[in-house]
């Protein structure tokens, strides 16, 4: 028989506000432990929450992103278990009547054609504090950091329809660059202001049961949990196969030895409502206005980008993959340099060279500017592709214009037909065999004639033009 798996995905997103959630200490979870922290974040009794506008704003800025319903009555519950990351006893919560319902986000399957994926609902939720399990001498201790208690997450949760580990590494990578748009949350599985759980379930193919779930954690990239997913189907239906039974369950990824192994159930206690806080409601017009705020989506930026710069669909997604570079390279292309150079140039010189200089992409010295300049000269015949690489490698380390390092490394290209005709007779009266070759036939001969030429020219000749001359020359 024929099984397919179930698969549906719960996401923890930090929100990056300046504040907590419900205290004005900064959200900064990085700093020295339990600096960040008052009264209320640190639970005590008689502190009174105050839920910030703010988190609102993003949080309902990212549940637009994801195509969601807006709730015009919200409220938080008490989600009671006892843990020494929560001494107050219960976490702040949206169980009963969350932030926002329904929503879709949109992937590429593995034929390549779209697939919705729905969403089930997205909840706003208070972050717990931190562990930290360390030793003093012999003897292990664990402390606890307080400056993540009551940081702003929203939890995402799908519905079922994800049937491969394929749709789950989609989605998420979809559903990282929709948040990332908004400018609420970095969301990097790898520095955990993204965590992630799959709920996994076999069936027989075509049924239309959902079975026993098993939940995997513990996953830090895309990576791991494709992995992870790939490792449980094969797990589970292994276990059905043998009529062995499959029981609700969690269980913990391991990524080094590549297999996930059960973990203890945690106590799970009811989800009571919050009396402290008030309910949320959201007006209309307050909601018209935090949609004018969302910016332009990725999946329609590559539409408009296909249709108004001409660019290859592939060209299209690289350049709206980030916010950052899809307006990088408009302002490019508004300086005057071809759409599709300008793709091609940011794709496969730009970024690797900002990487290999170790720069992050909003802090490279190579201005949208500075890289028109290169570009414009290329596609003016000013400078060849060779030299406009070596342009682009000087300006990482000098403030000089693009046009000032041409002229000062002697770059310009030699477009000169008289003197390029000099350099191509040189060659043919050197390049015997080579011009024989090429009169029997083999074209590849006159790609070594243009070489030695680019030679002769110390790389600055253009190559175009040397080949033009090289043809007519011989005939
Ligand atoms: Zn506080």
Redesign the pocket.
Known sequence: MAYEAVIGIEIHVQLNAIT?MF???PNRPGDDPNTN??P??LWLPGAVPQFSLEILEKATLACLSLNCEIQPRSAFDQKVYYYPDLPKGFQLSQHHMPLARGGWIEIMDEKGDPKKLRLHHVHMEEDVAKLVHETEGRTPISLVDFNRA?TPLIEIVTEPDMRSSHDAMEFLKVLRTQLRYTGCAECSLEQGTMRCDANISIRPEGSSRLNTKVEVKNMNSIQHVGNAIDYEIKRQTESLMKNDPIVLHTRLWDPEKHITTAMRAKFEGPCIPDPAVSHILIADAWLQEMATKLPEMPNQKVKRFIQQYNLMYDEAVQMSLEREVSEYFEAVVGLGASPRTAANWIVAQLLPAIKEHGYAFSGSPVTPRRLAGVITMLEKNEINSGSAKSVLARLFETDQAPEEIVEQFGFRQVSDVKALTLLVDQVISENASAVENYKNGNQKSIGFMVGQAMKLSKGKANPKFLQEILREKLG
Request: hydrophobic share 20%; charged share 20%.
């Open positions: 907590k205290c004005d200490c922290i008052c209320i974040c009551g």
